[in-house]
């Protein structure tokens, strides 16, 4: 019995460097064939796929708004509504399902960290001195929907990516823009009798290291 079993062994060991010096010579003289089967391997593997998540959080009671990005745009805009809504919409990694917004709240206040999926899923190939790389280009994008009669602070803080605020002439807020080395632009027209008190004017902090800031109507 124990014959049979060591012969099947070597049987199987021969087998499989037999394979092996088949698959080594079709790679050699048919390194075109395991490219293109290589390709369309890893093509469906790192393919980005639509992405698309929603979270609404109910503003009352609430003073302070706080979201925070590393590079991922974020364009807020101001709705006749009574909550917050944050969607996330583009291209995310196949394999990588999500969440991408986390929140941290108080009675008082909202945090919101908004992240990005990493693109990090790649491969790289080399047959006879020929080099094949893929990865994912993946891209999310952050609108909120922010309450037009909100009243409290809201501070939007990214790295590198860019902030657009979109407001109505028809109402007034307060704004604090700073960028270390991005463009500041703000051309909204703003109405100041839209309030009847200081109280009632929203406080808009946008901080960036690198992005982008634009406040416009």
């Given at each position: 019995?124990?014959?049979?079993?060591?012969?099947?062994?070597?049987?199987?060991?021969?087998?499989?460097?037999?394979?092996?010096?088949?698959?080594?010579?079709?790679?050699?003289?048919?390194?075109?064939?395991?490219?293109?089967?290589?390709?369309?391997?890893?093509?469906?593997?790192?393919?980005?796929?639509?992405?698309?998540?929603?979270?609404?959080?109910?503003?009352?009671?609430?003073?302070?708004?706080?979201?925070?990005?590393?590079?991922?745009?974020?364009?807020?805009?101001?709705?006749?509504?009574?909550?917050?809504?944050?969607?996330?919409e583009g291209?995310?990694?196949?394999?990588?399902?999500?969440?991408?917004?986390?929140?941290?709240?108080?009675?008082?206040?909202?945090?919101?960290?908004?992240?990005?999926?990493?693109?990090?899923?790649?491969?790289?190939?080399n047959i006879?001195?020929?080099?094949?790389?893929?990865?994912?280009?993946?891209?999310?994008?952050?609108?909120?929907?922010?309450?037009?009669?909100?009243?409290?602070?809201?501070?939007?803080?990214?790295?590198?990516?860019?902030?657009?605020?979109?407001?109505?002439?028809?109402?007034?807020?307060?704004?604090?823009?700073?960028?270390?080395?991005g463009a500041?632009?703000?051309?909204?027209?703003?109405?100041?009798?839209?309030?009847?008190?200081?109280?009632?004017?929203?406080?808009?902090?946008?901080?960036?290291?690198?992005?982008?800031?634009?406040?416009?109507?």
């Amino acid at each position: 019995m124990l014959k049979k079993i060591l012969m099947g062994m070597i049987a199987l060991f021969f087998i499989f460097i037999g394979g092996m010096i088949i698959l080594i010579g079709y790679t050699i003289y048919n390194p075109d064939s395991i490219f293109t089967a290589f390709n369309k391997v890893t093509q469906f593997v790192v393919r980005d796929q639509d992405y698309k998540e929603q979270e609404e959080y109910f503003l009352q009671g609430i003073k302070s708004i706080h979201m925070q990005s590393d590079r991922m745009p974020i364009h807020v805009r101001t709705y006749n509504g009574s909550t917050m809504k944050v969607l996330i919409e583009g291209m995310a990694p196949r394999f990588e399902k999500g969440p991408y917004v986390f929140q941290v709240a108080d009675a008082e206040n909202i945090k919101l960290e908004l992240q990005e999926p990493v693109s990090a899923h790649w491969f790289h190939l080399n047959i006879n001195g020929e080099e094949y790389t893929e990865q994912t280009e993946s891209k999310l994008v952050a609108t909120v929907y922010l309450p037009e009669k909100y009243a409290g602070r809201m501070q939007v803080e990214t790295h590198s990516g860019n902030v657009h605020f979109t407001v109505d002439k028809n109402q007034i807020f307060e704004f604090d823009l700073k960028s270390e080395s991005g463009a500041i632009e703000n051309s909204a027209q703003m109405n100041p009798q839209a309030a009847s008190s200081p109280d009632q004017v929203a406080k808009i902090q946008i901080l960036t290291t690198s992005g982008n800031i634009k406040v416009t109507n």
